[in-house]
């Protein structure tokens, strides 16, 4: 998996270099460090991004969740979502965005985490009945 993402990485680092004159002055990349986001995390502790576009001014806001994300690409704040779940893709399109997937770098269909208060939560078994929330999007 880490092999993929950095030949993915390269490649569209490639490709990009090719069209050096269409590079903006300054770019906004989203930065999640939560778990599994482990290129991202690489990519910013490498600093791949910098060393690609020495001449492209970056920033890396600490926006974790899928809705602000898509939110934020309407608005020009960020120009890249590097971590940015499925649901809040097909969402923001169906209302009009116009998104360019860059490349995925994780799926994990069987695994997942929940987090609760109440200890005697311990299977997935043990919500039913229970109200489960979580933001929209994500």
Do not use: H, W
């Amino acid at each position: 998996m880490k092999k993929l993402f950095f030949v993915i990485l390269l490649l569209t680092l490639l490709e990009q270099s090719a069209l050096a004159a269409d590079y903006p002055k300054k770019l906004a990349i989203t930065y999640v460090k939560a778990p599994l986001n482990v290129p991202s995390i690489v990519a910013k502790y490498n600093q791949s991004f910098e060393k690609a576009y020495p001449s492209v001014v970056l920033s890396f806001p600490e926006l974790t969740e899928g809705p602000r994300q898509t939110a934020a690409l309407a608005a020009n704040k960020i120009g890249i979502a590097s971590c940015l779940g499925s649901t809040s893709a097909i969402l923001a399109a169906s209302e009009g965005l116009d998104l360019k997937i860059l490349g995925i770098y994780s799926r994990a269909p069987k695994a997942f985490m929940i987090i609760v208060k109440n200890p005697a939560i311990k299977t997935i078994k043990d919500l039913k009945g229970k109200k489960v929330a979580g933001p929209k999007g994500t």
